[in-house]
């Protein structure tokens, strides 16, 4: 840990932590939206798309409530200037490779819904990413205790 005093942060920081709030409180309603999703919503999809969403074995769907949930705990951690912030991001950010891993790597996602279907996890992981090295730097600036 730091054993500096913790100092002021700027501004900005809290326009930075409000935001990964936000984003992750989306991403928490995406996860809630998929996991409701009833018979007569997935009945719309193409036959191909359903069939993504009806085979998704628990430990995928337990990735994405981790990866969301940790996302939003460690983004209140943030905003509260705690440092425990930096690990639940770190948490947050591996249960989205794992929850990739599974659409991407062992399903046919990317042919049944093209490329352009890379944009969104691509976005959550650099996302991710940058939540996890700013919570680090705040870290090491001492605006975190």
């Known amino acids: 840990m730091n054993d500096q005093p913790v100092q002021s942060p700027p ?3 809290y326009v930075v932590a ?12 995406m996860y809630v939206a998929q996991v409701s999703a009833g018979p007569d919503a997935l009945a719309e999809l193409p036959p191909a798309e359903r069939a993504l969403y009806e085979n998704v074995p628990v430990w995928a769907t337990s990735a994405f409530a981790i990866a969301v949930n940790a996302g ?17 991001f770190i948490v947050s ?5 794992v929850q990739m891993f599974h659409y991407f790597g062992m399903t046919d996602a ?5 490329p352009v279907s890379l944009l969104g ?7 991710g990413a940058v939540l996890i090295w700013y919570s680090r730097d705040a870290q090491q600036k001492g605006w975190l205790g």
């Open 110 to 114: 990317l042919a049944i819904l093209g």
């Open 93 to 97: 950010l591996i249960a989205v490779f």
């Open 72 to 88: 939003v705990v460690a983004s209140i951690l943030l905003i509260l200037r705690k440092s425990l912030a930096v690990p639940i």
């Open 121 to 127: 996890p691509l976005l959550v992981i650099l996302i």
């Open 11 to 13: 501004k900005s920081f």
């Open 18 to 29: 409000g935001t990964a709030l936000v984003w992750n409180l989306i991403g928490l309603m």
